[in-house]
């Protein structure tokens, strides 16, 4: 089975509403993590503007071939088209173990 992580970083306090939007488009879960981001000086210095350095990082795991509507509505709900509003990426997971619902995932 050939799984993708699917991480997006979004501004504090979006991430509930954008996993809603990612179980709806077939994510069967999801973990948040809390960070901050080290570009908030960079940005003030030369755009003299404020960015919430407080983010949450959300970290879904989906089949290769399942996770493009996933992606998708991430991209949708957080609207990450628009600048500023945060970053996605996705990577190959290789030896994936403790999954408990990876019996689901081949189904």
Known sequence: M???CIVAIVERGKADKIVDKA???GARG????YGRGTGQSEALEFFNIHIEASKEIILILSETDRYKPIYDAIVEAGRLNEPGTGIIFTFLVSELLGLHHREQMNS
């Open 23 to 25: 179980k709806k488009a």
């Open 30 to 33: 999801a973990t948040i993590l």
């Open 2 to 4: 050939d799984v993708k």
